[in-house]
């Protein structure tokens, strides 16, 4: 048996429109994603956030399997169009009370709640006047985050402004896979950098308010190993990858710039974007880093008969692919490889580059989708999960061991939900959800999870 820190936190983790649902109670408005899933042809087979896991209506119940499970931390996020329909000043007080109850019920369940201001769903009214392509809106963010540390700053201590800004920036904005759907790489340029400023100034705007909050950003970060490292075109193509994925947001935080590589490859489409001050606003000093990590990709060739999802190579004028790695056995149903020896790296990287100056690391999401279903005896066995989970949860003890500072694991995710543009055809959970009759059975990962959150070991 291998032990975690004493103070480690054991956590699961969700995003308000992948399970919520009550897309039209409580005066809640519409999201981006609320739009893109009601638009033909956006979504696997047309499904929609509009019910999802129900979790507005059955919360209580969730928050009771987790006790049940012994989860010690639980990461939300909220609906920006909950508290504020229109992105604007204009509150509705019945989405701050859904909240309020959520984290009280935490509270008295001992489980320690880690919010999200924003998960990928902007208020329909913001894009309509540009979105994150708009330095409107990043007025507007500022003034929502401070609302909510006003508002729920006295319960909830820990805060991360924005979920994934790659995803935000490329795959809303670059591929045009996610909401909103817009397909043109200086855009993701321009947005990437407003993510950059926007977790920024939501925090200072925080810490305005509350000076005991603590703050952290939620990067999702993958190494991109080069095929053939004697080939000088993989290799570049592997560091502007890395610029664009990894090094852009860490950079940004930590030293005030950007990755040279960028500049160097897209000149103006990435320095239009920034204005005089904005590296200023950048830099910025943070309690903890989220890192959401899935897996590796290998930079080769280029292999038009074998795409490979959500891969922004093209995009970027590179003429070569970014596919999965060598797998450790099956893929997943995503598709995607199991490395968890990337995820060592990754995290002694980090610790190696920035040293005493990097805050305490929590991996924000780690998970795997999986199909299975309901056995003859009604249990969900799922073992190829908790292989994976217990293989990075074994990378973890690893980077503990070379000296990296970690501070929790939030597995991926709580229950089966909406997997955005997949619809509800992938499976995270370690919850199973019939969505047919809203009921939830714990998989033998969750009782798995529970024995190692209960012996704080492997």
Do not use: C
């Given at each position: 048996m291998t032990n975690f820190p004493t103070d480690f936190l054991w956590g699961a983790a969700t995003a308000a429109y992948q399970v919520e649902g009550g897309a039209k109670e409580g005066g809640r408005g519409p999201s981006i994603w609320d739009t893109f899933s009601h638009t033909p042809g956006k979504t696997l087979n047309g499904d929609t956030g509009d019910v999802a896991c129900d979790h507005h209506h059955r919360y209580p119940t969730d928050i009771a399997l987790m006790q049940e499970i012994g989860i010690k931390a639980y990461r939300l996020s909220f609906s920006w169009s909950r508290l504020f329909p229109n992105g604007d000043d204009i509150r509705e007080e019945r989405g701050f009370a859904f909240y309020d109850n959520i984290i009280s019920t935490l509270i008295a369940a001992g489980i320690t709640p880690y919010v999200t201001l924003y998960h990928w769903d902007l208020p329909q009214a913001l894009e309509d006047k540009g979105g994150w392509r708009s330095r409107e809106t990043l007025d507007a963010f500022g003034k929502y985050a401070a609302a909510v540390a006003e508002h729920f700053g006295d319960r909830v201590k820990h805060f991360a402004p924005i979920n994934e800004p790659w995803c935000v920036a490329w795959l809303g904005h670059g591929l045009g896979v996610h909401a909103p759907g817009i397909a043109d790489r200086a855009t993701a340029f321009k947005v990437a950098h407003h993510t950059v400023l926007a977790h920024a100034l939501a925090a200072r705007a925080m810490r305005a308010v509350r000076s005991d909050l603590k703050i952290g950003p939620v990067v999702n970060h993958a190494n991109y190993p080069a095929d053939d490292l004697t080939d000088a075109d993989l290799v570049r193509s592997s560091e502007i990858l890395d610029a664009v994925q990894n090094r852009f947001w860490m950079d940004a935080m930590f030293t005030g710039t950007y990755p040279e590589i960028l500049f160097e490859t897209f000149g103006a489409e990435l320095a239009d974007a920034i204005l005089p001050g904005d590296m200023e606003i950048a830099k910025i000093d943070n309690?903890?880093?989220?890192?959401?990590?899935?897996?590796?990709?290998?930079?080769?060739?280029?292999?038009?008969?074998?795409?490979?999802?959500?891969?922004?190579?093209?995009l970027l004028g590179l003429s070569v692919d970014s596919t999965p790695v060598e797998p450790v056995g099956e893929l997943t149903d995503m598709g995607w490889p199991i490395t968890p020896a990337g995820l060592t790296n990754i995290l002694v990287r980090w610790s190696k580059e920035f040293g005493a100056a990097l805050p305490p690391i929590f991996i924000t999401e780690n998970g795997c989708a999986f199909g299975d279903g309901p056995g003859s005896d009604g249990q969900i066995h799922d073992q190829r999960?908790?292989?994976?989970?217990?293989?990075?949860?074994?990378?973890?003890?690893?980077?503990?061991?070379?000296?990296?500072?970690?501070?929790?694991?939030f597995q991926w995710s709580l229950m089966d939900n909406f997997e955005w543009s997949l619809g509800y055809s992938k499976r995270f959970g370690i919850i199973y959800v019939d969505y047919t009759t809203q009921k939830r059975t714990l998989k033998d990962s969750a009782l798995w999870y529970s024995r190692v959150i209960s012996e704080n070991a492997l």
């Open positions: 309690d903890w880093i989220g890192i959401n990590y899935y897996f590796d990709t290998r930079v080769g060739k280029s292999d038009s008969a074998n795409p490979v999802q959500f891969d922004n190579s093209a999960r908790i292989d994976y989970l217990d293989a990075h949860l074994k990378a973890i003890q690893e980077a503990i061991a070379q000296g990296v500072k970690m501070g929790g694991y």
